[in-house]
C-alpha cells in the first residue's frame, strides 16, 4: 500500500489540532469519519466530505486506523472507555499530548482491550499540518508504525522512534525543553540589551546566530556524553562559572531578572564543587540525571 492508496481513516477530537488532522486526511483523498464530544465541530468537516459518526463505536468501526487527538490522556480514556465502546481489532493511533508513563499504560490498557495501539506526539502547530514541516512521532509496535505510515504521511513527517510506547512522550518533552529553553534564553539577552535601549529586532539576528553556533557543538558534546568523557578542549566548567558570575552581576547591575543565570551557575557550581572543574560543559548532564533512573 503507498501513501496514494485511500485508507479510510476517522478521528475522534476536533478541537484545533482534531480538525486540522482530519482535514489533512480528506484533502490526501482517504475516506474520513469524525466524532466530537461537541458534535457542532464536525460541519466544517462534513462539508468537505468528512462522515460524521453519530457514537464513538461507529467512528471507530469505520476506519482502518483511528486517531484520536483530544485534551489529555484522562480525555483519551473517557472517551474510549466509555461504556459500550469496543476497542477489539481497532488500530488506535493516539496523537494527544501526555507523559511517557500515561502513553505505555494507555498502550497496555488498550492492547488489553483487543486493539492495537501507536503513540505519537505532534510537533507542529495545526497550520502546518500536512506540510512536511509538521513532524509527527510515532513510538510502539514496528508492524503497526509500518502499516499506518502510507496514511499517517497524509499529516506531514512521520517519524519512528521504537518500540517503547513511551518514547513519542519523552521526545515531545525533550523537544519542549529545548524550545522553552532557548526562548527564555532569548528573552533574557533582549531584557538585557532594551535597558541600552537596543530593541528585540535588532538583537534577534545576533541571538540567532549564537543559537546556530551552539547548535554546532552539540554533536562533540554528545558523543562526550556517549562516552562519559568530558577533556576541556574549548573550555573548562570553572571558566564558564566566572562568566556566568558576570551575567548574574549584569543583570542585577541593569535591573533584570537574574532567576535564570543563577539557577545556570548554581548547576555548575554543584559540578565544580563535585570536582569536574577542570572538565567540558557536558559534565553538567550528570546534574540532569543518569541514564536509566
Ligand atoms: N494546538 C496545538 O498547536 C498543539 C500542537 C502540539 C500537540 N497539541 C496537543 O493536541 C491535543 C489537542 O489539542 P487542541 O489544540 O486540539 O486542543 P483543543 O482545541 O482544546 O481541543 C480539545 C479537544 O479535546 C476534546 N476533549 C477535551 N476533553 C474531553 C473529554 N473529557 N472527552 C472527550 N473529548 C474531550 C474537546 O472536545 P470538545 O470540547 O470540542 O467537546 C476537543 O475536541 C492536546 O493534547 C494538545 O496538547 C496541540
Redesign the pocket.
Known sequence: MDENTPTPVTVI???????ALAGAFLRAGHPTTVW???AG?ADGLVAEGARAAATVGDALAAGSLTVI????Y??VH??LGASGVELGGTRLIN????DSGQARETARWAEARGARYLDG??????STVGTPDAVILQSGARSDFDAHEPALGALGTVTYLGADHGLASLYDAAGLVMMWSVLNAWLQGTALLRTAGVDAGTYAPFARHIAAGVADWLPGYAEQIDRGSFPAEVSALETDARAMAHLIEESEAVGVNAELPRLIKAMADRAIAAGHGKEQYPVLIEEFGRPGT
Open positions: 477530537g476536533l478541537g484545533l489540532m482534531g480538525q466530537n464530544r461537541t465541530k487527538c483530544v485534551t489529555d484522562h480525555a473517557e472517551t496523537l494527544t499530548s501526555g506526539a505532534i510537533m507542529a502547530i495545526p
